[in-house]
């Protein structure tokens, strides 16, 4: 049986720099386990799923695997590693890996260069992560953003035999569905605002322009003259009562078991709700659908994001054994598909125990050519949005869900814009 080790809460900046002041630099045996064990640590974020016991076992088979190497793993100090982050570096008290981060123009300078390790180049949306042609990442797989999970008996009582490819016929779909007594679409009132309007447009505005992270930051091109389109679409179906009402005061929590209850037909939300609808009682037969394009777009682009990202510190005092223990974690068989089934996530020839919600998106992943993957919010690597804007464009569509102009919101992001480029 694997024994459960104690997990390291990360100290605050201010409390290290008073014991680094006290006992001075540390020497070559820092971070030197007991034994004389290499002491490698890793940051990483605690949620349900990802508990302290489960980190612990997942590095268990490395350890003894490598029994020089003890792998101390490391909780945050505030609500999540992003958080502790800043004060960490600060503090000087960097661990050696850290988990969950996706690297930042401001972050590079902190990190290894994975670009010698094939292991790095050859992860999941490891080239799309990559600044100035670098990799400083490694990821275990994906997770599906630009997609809609729908109340199978919802369409068969609107009458919708087979799912929506075009924009076009979502937006009719919407109607039928409302016609046959069902609130067509689930959105809340919190952080998940923004994931309607993202889902339904930013697919089919990368595949017009696949240079629009980049030219948005240079102020080639403005929001209102890339979004406003879309924004038009989902102020209608705000206007026309195909979301609830009082959508705005709805959390995400509550969002996700209203369309679990059968209250909702559909619900846009990214691939880790699979883990969720897994747990749930069955009752409501669930289906996914990838968004479909606009007019005149074929190929719309699949929004993503690099599930349980690894990066190494160059200030870590054991960075030889911290790229050994990433390797393992996104390369070993057993480690990745552990990784992947725990959080619901998804990559090309990692299969597990799944139901059959889980073997559509994985269909959906297979299918979807790894040059089409594109990131959401603030982007990722070269193809990035000045930061915040996540939080802004979150905000803007909470205005439009309360009947606010279109106008006002596209005004506002380019303000927005012009201020924070």
């Known amino acids: 049986m694997i024994a459960r080790r104690a997990i390291v809460a990360v100290a605050g900046a201010a409390a290290l720099s008073l014991a680094m002041a006290g006992c001075g630099a540390a020497g070559n045996d820092a971070g030197k386990a007991a034994g004389g064990k290499t002491e490698v640590r890793m940051l990483v ?34 609500k999540n590693v992003k958080e502790s982050m800043p004060q960490l570096l600060a503090s000087g008290d960097v661990p ?18 994975l670009s010698a390790y094939e292991w790095a180049k050859s992860a999941p949306l490891a080239s799309q992560n990559t600044f100035d042609g670098k990799y400083y990442i490694a990821g ?4 599906l953003q630009s997609i809609f999970f729908y109340n199978k008996k919802a369409f068969a009582d609107a009458g919708i035999k087979n799912v929506p490819v075009t924009m076009d016929e979502f937006d009719a779909d919407l109607q039928k569905l409302k016609d046959a007594g069902w609130m067509p ?34 102020g080639k091109v ?12 989902y102020a209608s179906w705000v206007k026309k009562g195909y979301v609830p009402a009082d959508a705005v005061g709805v959390k995400y929590s509550d969002a996700e078991q209203q369309f679990l209850a059968g209250k909702t037909a559909i619900y846009p939300m990214g691939s880790w709700f699979s883990a969720a609808e897994a747990k749930s009682d069955g009752k409501t037969e669930v289906g996914v659908f990838a968004s479909p394009g606009q007019a005149g777009v074929t190929n719309p682009k699949m929004g993503s994001g690099l599930a349980s990202p690894y990066m190494l510190m160059k200030a870590g005092k054991h960075q030889d054994a911290a790229a050994k223990l990433v390797e393992y974690l996104v390369t070993d068989k057993a480690s990745v598909t552990n990784q992947l089934q725990v959080d619901g996530n998804f990559r090309d020839g990692f299969e597990y125990p799944m139901n059959d919600l889980a073997k559509e998106l994985q269909k959906i992943n297979a299918e979807t050519p790894a040059a089409d993957f594109i990131p959401v919010a603030d982007g990722f690597g070269d193809m990035t949005l000045p930061s915040g804007y996540g939080a802004e464009f979150n905000t803007q569509m909470q205005g439009i869900l309360t009947g606010g102009p279109v106008s006002t919101a596209t005004k506002n992001m380019d303000s927005w814009f012009d201020n924070n480029r």
């Open 185 to 218: 679409l689930q959105t809340g009132g919190d952080w998940f605002t923004k994931l309607l309007p993202e889902i339904a447009g930013l697919p089919s505005i990368v595949a017009k322009n696949p240079q629009w992270y980049q030219d948005m930051s240079a």
């Open 45 to 78: 974020n605690i949620t349900p799923n990802l508990t302290d016991k489960w980190w612990n076992e997942l590095v268990a088979p490395f350890e003894a695997a490598n029994p020089d190497i003890d792998v101390k793993i490391m909780a945050p100090v505030g």
């Open 140 to 143: 275990i797989g994906t997770q």
């Open 222 to 233: 403005t929001f209102s003259q890339t979004y406003t389109d879309t924004l038009n679409l």
């Open 96 to 113: 050696d890996v850290v988990q969950s981060l996706l690297p930042t123009k401001d972050l590079v300078p902190e990190l290894v260069d």
